[in-house]
């Protein structure tokens, strides 16, 4: 019965998924893939520059054409970085008003705030990447998950939450903060994971770490899953293969971010990133020895994006300009915390530091307010 009301809920995403089916069947060739996305670009980049000020602004300033005659043709356009958006906002906002807004988590204290369609193509490529496990609308998911700053507050919070409860009863997800890592909670977690037996477990990368490492003492999970999707940060080789043997499932490792949504899966059995090629092109540019993700959403979006530096670096399994698979994700090593006093330190530099100590199990940063927190978990 949850399976019905699971697909009931969600099918206009579902159709969405049929259609992504049927064009992945139909265009099998890089050229077949990248003809498509010519065209689909041509769209979404008229609805941007007609639509959008900041991007009528962005093709005058620039002198760009109304229309491209080759995906290379975009290799020479301007990138757009996190602070030409957040500049002047209401740049940002179209003649009419958005379905909703979104704000990025803002790890670096940056956060981006921007107005959202109500799109199903995010949901509809996560649920592609999912069959690969054999995971359907309805199986039984434990959720590790946070975003509870896009709750908003007082009665609207409630609200919010309130829907998003019963979202989650609809899609049999059971939901648990991703954000509290003290070890009491994620051992309460262990007992709720074994009650409840969930047929896949959703999570953000560190907070599967974790949880696993705060249950060392249960060694491994008994009953059979069908898959770990972690996301939110990449994981090292010998951490996937720590929570895969806990769980006693592959983990499968989902690419996004909450302003380019969901670019990339793995699978169970093919360690590389496939993206998705019909919603995105990845653009690959070489930048001190690292391979930057330039972002370009094919997806009609209340504010597009086109050739956005989302800050990460890739690995990718070819020298193509617009790979359509990644070897690895490494994230983003080029984030820098400043302080007031003018002292800034990279990001990074914080975890890999921790995980020198044997008895750190994970590390949570938070910049707020100028301020900086830095939470261990230990054994």
Known sequence: MRKILAYLFKQAAYKACVRKAFLYHSCRTVDEINQYRLERFNEMWKDAYMNVPFYMNFKEKNKLPDSINELSDIKSWPIVTKKDLQLNPSLLRRKEAPDGYSKTGGSTGEPLHFGTYHSRETYATSLIGRVALDIFPGDKCFLLWGHQHLYGKGLKRQFVVMKRTLQDWFLNYYRFSAYDLSVPLLKSY????????PDYVIG?????LAFCRANQEYKSISFKMKGIICTAGPLQLFEKEEISAFFNAPVIMEYGSVECGVMAYTTGTDKEYRVFPDTHILETKLENGYYKNIVTRLTKEYVPLIRYDIGDYLVPSSEEDFPLSLKDVIGRPSDVIKFPNGTSIYF?????????V??????????????????FLMK
């Open 190 to 197: 262990y007992d709720k994971l074994i009650k409840i037996k």
């Open 204 to 208: 953000f990368s560190p907070s599967v």
């Open 348 to 356: 990074a530099l914080i975890n890999d530091v921790a995980k020198q």
């Open 358 to 375: 044997e008895k750190v199990l994970s590390v949570q940063t938070i910049v707020k307010s100028g301020s900086l927190n830095i939470n």
